[in-house]
């Protein structure tokens, strides 16, 4: 592929120069070098011109022949087509024909996919071609010319077959450039820029050479936008200028049907345009940089600018293309795109590049590269990118928080991101050799996906661990009334908090004895449970609700697992919580036992 180095724009860095802010803007665009058949070419031959289609790039050489290649560079057809190198080449809408002219005065119309060539001789050498757009749709097969004797020929097919000229326009200098769009023909002389409407056969506007330009030297780039919107490139001024109809009140009175507005006009500060193009709803501007500023090299690297219509930059790419610096002028630069794929073909006699629109998969990239991972995350997770999945993204974010210690923005993350077993397993590790278990733990899921039993086994094991404190204690507590039974061995983990309550001595934990109550219910050793629930009542209020056993839980408790015999060996115990309940209690359990005999 091929580079360009992105450069701040120098307005923006001007602006921004007191500021603190080093930010580098994302570059818009990305670059390829046209390889394959185009490398072997240019070991032979060098460039001249270059015409985009959407089927194919058209390749004028200095030694006059016409390559077709498909857009990636392998070569379709080649055919030798003038004796001197070629100015210009232009291709009709379907893609069928292919003109080319040279200033060895021929204009060469040749088909793509039949034997339909003409040729044609001009006066002097031809400088510039248009065929029409749709020149296989309409019998009259026209194309304009214009070159170095200053005239303006249209050309067209009359009775019997005959090609027929008429002049257009001529007597002001050279025709340096012309375009054909639709309806509307434009070209450039000496004197400046004029359109002509085709149906009606006669001239729109004249549009003056901006005052101030620099020397005539500089050829004129002109680009249809669309078919009514012209942009035009002239040294260093850029033009745009829209076609518009008159309302139907206007036409009445007798003015012309269409009218040219300027819509956009500014300077080039330290440039040259060597060609434009539009760029959505802003300008692509290839530039021949004059003023270079502080940098270093003998001659500047070429610039594509996107602008907007007031002249502010938006993006400077210093373009990495063989061959710049030995150029004799920027004439030889070249630009041309294919809107409906958002490309833009950059030559020089040496090489061609590709630019196009960065993709979702570029956007991520240069976030990542730039330390922006939760920016990559929401972009990965809007959906567009191919090469990078939310996943991948999503773990470079977990460890970029991990690294700079947000533990618990990283589990909140996890619960949004991990859908794997294998990777849960992976993070709570992570989790566990930093002890930050606490954080992810109440994330850990029980179902889709469950995990390897000694996972959570492990989990309930460090927060049981040899000098663990209440508060972990008390996430123990909160993951055994979560977890579902069957998630983690009932035995190992009744041990763990066996272990922990003996080492708490006399006075147990009330938050631990609540948890093996609970334990010991869901194995059904209820009568163990109400040990627990009878100690822990004595022991009196705990900290929490949740650590207090009260008459009601106690008395439910009893009536619930039938517990009558276990109560009655319990009795003083059983009246001292409530005398009244209790002896209800036992007298129930009495007279169900009378009648049971």
């Known amino acids: 592929g ?12 001007m602006a921004s120069s007191d500021s603190d802010s080093d930010e580098e803007a994302e570059p818009i665009l990305k670059y390829n070098r046209i390889g394959l058949d185009v490398t072997e070419m240019l070991t032979r031959d060098s460039t001249s011109c270059i015409r985009a289609h ?8 200095q030694n006059g022949f016409i390559y077709i290649l498909d857009l990636n560079g392998n070569e379709v057809k080649r055919f030798y087509a003038h004796s001197m190198p070629v100015n210009e080449v232009s291709v009709d809408i379907t893609g069928e024909y292919v ?16 034997e339909d060539n003409l040729e044609f001789t001009g006066h002097e050498a031809v400088k510039t071609v248009a065929i029409d757009p ?14 170095s004797d200053g005239q303006l020929i ?34 450039a002389n000496e004197i400046g820029v004029k359109i002509y409407d085709c149906n009606l056969k006669s001239r729109i506007t004249h549009l003056k050479r901006p005052q101030g330009s620099l020397d005539t030297e500089y050829r004129p780039r002109l680009c249809w936008a669309n078919g009514r919107t012209l942009l035009i490139g002239w040294a260093d001024s850029i033009q745009a200028v829209e076609v518009r109809k008159r309302d139907a009140q206007q036409a009445a009175m007798g003015l012309p049907v269409n009218y040219v507005t300027i819509v956009a006009q500014f300077t080039l500060p330290d440039a040259i345009c060597c060609g434009i193009a539009p760029h959505g709803q802003d300008l692509a501007v290839l530039c021949h940089v004059t003023d270079d500023g502080d940098l270093a090299e003998e001659r500047p690297r070429p610039e594509l600018r996107i602008l907007d219509y007031n002249g502010g930059e938006l993006s400077c790419d210093a373009l990495s293309i063989h061959g710049y610096a030995e150029l004799e ?60 999945s939310v996943q991948e993204v999503g773990s470079l974010y977990l460890h970029k928080l991990t690294q700079q210690g947000k533990w618990n923005d990283a589990a909140t993350k996890c619960h949004e991101l991990l859908k794997s077993e294998e990777l849960w397993r992976r993070w709570i590790f992570v989790f566990a050799h930093a002890g930050q278990l606490s954080c992810i733990a109440h994330y850990i899921p029980t ?39 069957g998630v983690y061995r009932m035995q190992p983990v009744l041990e763990l908090v066996r272990e922990a309550i003996k080492r708490g001595g006399v006075t147990s934990p009330p938050t631990l004895c609540k948890a093996l109550a609970m334990l010991y219910s869901a194995n059904g050793q209820h009568a163990y449970t109400l040990d627990i629930y009878l100690y822990m009542y004595k022991s009196g209020p705990g900290d929490t609700e949740k650590e207090t056993i009260g008459p009601d839980q106690l008395f439910d408790y009893i009536e619930k697992h039938k517990l009558h015999e276990k109560a009655v060996q319990r009795v003083s115990e059983i009246v001292n919580v409530d005398a009244d309940r209790g002896v ?14």
Request: proline share 4%.
């Open 447 to 485: 179902d889709r996906p469950r995990l390897q039993t000694e996972i959570y086994e492990m989990v309930l094991s460090d927060f049981l661990k040899q000098g663990s404190t209440p508060n972990e204690h008390t996430q123990f507590l909160d993951l055994i009334e979560r977890w579902p039974q």
């Open 584 to 597: 209800r209690l036992l007298i129930r359990h009495a007279t169900a036992d009378t009648k049971a005999l």
């Open 54 to 61: 959407e089927k194919f790039l058209v390749v004028g050489t």
């Open 329 to 388: 002028s920027p004439n030889e630069y070249q630009l041309d795109f294919i809107a409906s794929e958002h490309l833009f073909y950059i030559s020089t006699p040496q090489d061609i590049l590709v630019a196009q629109n960065r993709d979702t998969d570029d956007h991520i990239h240069w976030l990542l590269e730039n330390g922006r991972e939760k920016e990559a995350l929401a972009a990965a997770q809007e959906g567009g990118a191919t090469r990078h």
């Open 99 to 114: 003109c080319s002219c040279s200033d060895d005065g021929l204009v060469v119309v040749s088909a793509l996919y039949a």
């Open 154 to 187: 249209r050309k067209e097919k009359g009775w019997f077959g005959r090609m027929n000229d008429s002049l257009v326009h001529g007597g002001e200098g050279p025709i340096h450039a012309i375009r054909w769009e639709g309806e509307f023909i434009a070209w």
């Open 2 to 13: 091929a580079g360009a180095r992105p450069l701040r724009s120098r307005r923006a860095a």
């Open 134 to 147: 749709g020149y296989v749709q309409r019998d009259s097969r026209e194309l304009v010319m214009g070159g």
